[in-house]
């Protein structure tokens, strides 16, 4: 294992996910969809949620908390809305079939919306935003998760990070793309950090006696504990706005769980009261609408590149170089990592290499 960074081609890196999520139990057809949801995330530059979970998948389908052959279902269908069951397998397989199903019946009668329950973890909630946009529509995505975040005025973790992710085409050469967590900051920053034995800023989690956190060690397991939390978008109290994070943070969990008759905040663990392991349930919400059936797509797109062009050329700060628009980050990174590879960083080389040898995928060169 190399003691420092080793940037691992996109090609390999994909050709070694789909074959690790075959030995895994995945169909392969699946398996080419979660690897393209992770692969998503490492190419906009969000590596806590690429690669670098794969090995997560894999343990958690170990202990039986998500299966990975995906058996999802509609279980209520109106032109316009479904409401789907993930049946606890792979939340990229379910999130993918989802969101198309919002585009369909967006395309045919002007929106779609699809409520999931019984599903998991599904990656970057801008993936399923950005599919919408692909297809000339404004997309939606939310979905709660584990609790992480306390409440304002709140120390224990209740909600999830829960994202809210939004896409619109433009008419420039990639969509407007917002895609953020209603914490803080997002709990992979804090697996990132831990991985990488680095501090995190005081402000992001709190701990029960209301300290505020800036040692990443071991913090994971001491918000599975629920002996930490992540403090919502704002941080801690109202001053800064903390209670907006946290009402954001309960919209994605309403979102997520009424319409689908779903689990929610508490009933979000991965055990039981008596300690026994059992699925977490995430729940999801994908909206597609269909802006042909508002104004024709072109006059929209030119009024959507107006307003980032407008917000990205209005005064800077002092000693900003620039302004910019959501998205356009994630498309510069996007063409550097496609050229340049993926960042993988000597702890996650332990953890691939340790999947590699446990999956006997040793025939794969990552080149660490």
Same mark, same amino acid.
């Given at each position: ?11 390999? /890196? ?5 074959? /690790? ?7 392969? +057809? ?11 995330? *490492?190419l906009v530059g969000v590596?806590?949620?690429?690669? +670098? ?17 995906t058996r999802w279902d ?29 585009? *369909?019946?967006?395309?045919?009668? &002007? ?7 019984? =599903? =998991? ?23 709660? %998760?584990? $609790? ?5 005025? &709140? ?12 896409? %619109? $085409? ?9 895609? %953020?967590?209603?914490?803080? /900051? $997002? ?48 941080? =801690?109290?109202?001053?800064? !706005?903390?209670?907006?994070?946290y009402g954001l943070a ?66 800077? /700060?002092? !000693? ?5 628009? %959501? ?6 990174? =996007? ?34």
């Amino acid at each position: 294992m190399a003691e420092e960074n080793v940037y691992l081609p996109v090609k390999k /890196a994909t050709a070694f996910m789909i074959d /690790a999520l075959l030995k895994m139990g995945v169909p392969q +057809a699946d398996a080419e969809i979660v690897a393209d949801v992770l692969l998503a995330s *490492d190419l906009v530059g969000v590596r806590s949620h690429g690669i +670098a979970h794969l090995k997560m998948y894999y343990d958690r389908m170990k202990q039986g908390l998500q299966q990975p052959v995906t058996r999802w279902d509609i279980v209520h269908e109106t032109p316009t809305t479904a409401v789907v069951d993930g049946g606890n397998g792979m939340g990229m397989v379910v999130g993918h079939h989802s969101m198309k199903i919002a585009i *369909d019946k967006a395309r045919k009668m &002007g929106l779609g919306a699809v409520a999931v329950r019984n =599903s =998991s973890h599904y990656g970057i909630a801008g993936y399923y935003a950005t599919m919408a946009a692909r297809e000339g529509m404004v997309g939606m995505s939310v979905t709660n %998760a584990h $609790p992480s975040i306390a409440p304002t005025f &709140g120390v224990e973790p209740m909600l999830g990070t829960n994202p809210i992710a939004f896409s %619109a $085409p433009t008419d420039e050469s990639f969509p407007f793309r917002f895609d %953020a967590a209603t914490s803080i /900051a $997002p709990r992979g920053k804090i697996e990132v950090a831990s991985r990488a034995g680095e501090p995190i800023p005081a402000g992001w989690v709190i701990r029960k006696d209301g300290s505020l956190v800036t040692d990443s060690t071991n913090l994971i397991e001491e918000m599975d504990d629920c002996k930490a939390a992540l403090l919502p978008i704002g941080g =801690s109290g109202e001053l800064m !706005g903390g209670h907006k994070g946290y009402g954001l943070a309960t919209v994605v969990e309403i979102l997520s769980a009424a319409f689908q008759d779903g689990a929610f905040l508490s009933e979000l663990h991965d055990t039981d009261h008596e300690g026994n392991i059992h699925p977490l349930r995430i729940g999801h919400f994908f909206l597609a609408i269909n802006i042909e059936s508002f104004l024709p797509l072109e006059r929209f797109k030119k009024t959507a590149g107006d307003i980032v062009r407008e917000l990205r050329e209005s005064p800077k /700060a002092p !000693g900003e170089k620039r302004i910019y628009s %959501a998205g356009e980050k994630a498309d510069a990174i =996007s063409r550097r990592v496609a050229a340049e590879g993926i960042e993988i960083p000597p702890g996650l080389q332990k953890n691939l290499n340790a999947l590699r040898a446990e999956l006997d995928l040793t025939g794969h060169d990552l080149g660490f």
